[in-house]
């Protein structure tokens, strides 16, 4: 398989720096590595959502670790992007709940809504569609995430009204 690499500007700003201290503050000094993750999500967030290598190497660089240690993280995770995303992720739940009730369907539906197939971006790069394990919201399936926040009890009205949100550039993304 053909990979793509993508270039990305790196701007890890003063408010970003104490942000990652802050975190790293949280562990002891030989557990540095301990604070990957977070700092992982704000690296990625002052980022346009993603994380290029030379990002990666960057994180790397200020935790004190090796690089692999950072690609192993990233590519394991489905929250970590490795190349640029839609700006509206409808990450819809896969697992048995949300299976059976009809998120397969929901999911062909949107992709055939976008034009597009599950993991690629619109071509205006506004939509992609993902499949996840599970979001720990059962009852509420079939479920999907946008941003931070959980769509729930979908029906093909819903995600149409959703795409029709985010075009008008009503959807909030995130809590912060």
């Known amino acids: 398989m053909e990979r793509t690499h993508h270039k990305q500007e790196i701007n890890i700003t003063e408010t970003l720096m104490n942000r990652i201290n802050e975190l790293i503050s949280y562990y002891p000094e030989d557990k540095r590595k301990s604070a990957l993750l977070p700092v992982l999500h704000e690296v990625q967030d002052a980022h346009e ?3 290029s290598i030379e990002l990666m190497d960057k994180v790397a660089e200020i935790i004190q670790i090796k690089p692999i240690e950072v690609y192993e993280v990233v ?6 992007n490795q190349r640029p995303i839609g700006k509206y992720m409808f990450e819809f739940c ?3 709940p949300c299976c059976l009730n009809g998120v397969e369907d929901l999911m062909d539906y949107t992709c055939e809504k976008l034009g597009v197939k599950v993991g690629e971006p619109t071509v205006d790069g ?3 569609v993902r499949g996840v394990e599970c979001l720990g919201a059962c009852g509420y399936a079939p479920i999907m995430q ?4 959980y769509k729930e009890h979908l029906t093909k009205e819903k995600v149409d009204q959703l795409i029709e949100d985010c075009k008008n550039d009503i959807i909030i993304l995130h809590d912060k």
């Open 49 to 51: 959502n993603w994380l």
């Open 75 to 80: 590519s394991f995770y489905t929250m970590y």
């Open 94 to 96: 896969q697992t048995s």
């Open 126 to 128: 506004l939509f992609e």
């Open 146 to 149: 946008l941003g931070d926040f």
